[in-house]
């Protein structure tokens, strides 16, 4: 009987145990989900390439930017992005109380503070269409 009950209890908490670490490699976890744009001050936008930098104040863009932070969705920590090649676009957050944040969008993956996660794949895609946005639309301002 005893064995019984001590079988029971180690299942209930290998299921408890897995039940707290799967869903954040399945799932995954939203870590701006609590962001608001009026904690924004500004923002630095930085591409590479083309190796631009744009900086945002206005109000409406940053709205947008925290919007899309949002909806990101990160998985485990994952260093080979290394081994990838493409365009970074990453934009440094500063806070109304003075913080910084960089968050750089290199899809399947997500720096925050220069650590690389994996990411799902269309939160990560529009951050990087919004920056590309953003500096094609200084370009043309530019040229006028």
Known sequence: MRKKILICIIFIAL??????FIPTFIIGKRPFSGLNHEQVQSISLFAIPPGVTVEIEDRDQIKEIVEILNTVIVYQKDNSSREYAGQLVRYTLL????????????NPFLF????????KYEPCEKLNAYGNALI???????VD
């Open 15 to 20: 299921i408890i145990t897995s039940g707290i």
């Open 95 to 106: 806070f109304t109380d003075g913080t910084v944040l960089e968050v750089g969008a290199y």
């Open 112 to 119: 925050i503070n220069k650590k690389s996660y994996r990411t």
């Open 136 to 142: 094609n639309e200084r370009k043309e301002q530019k």
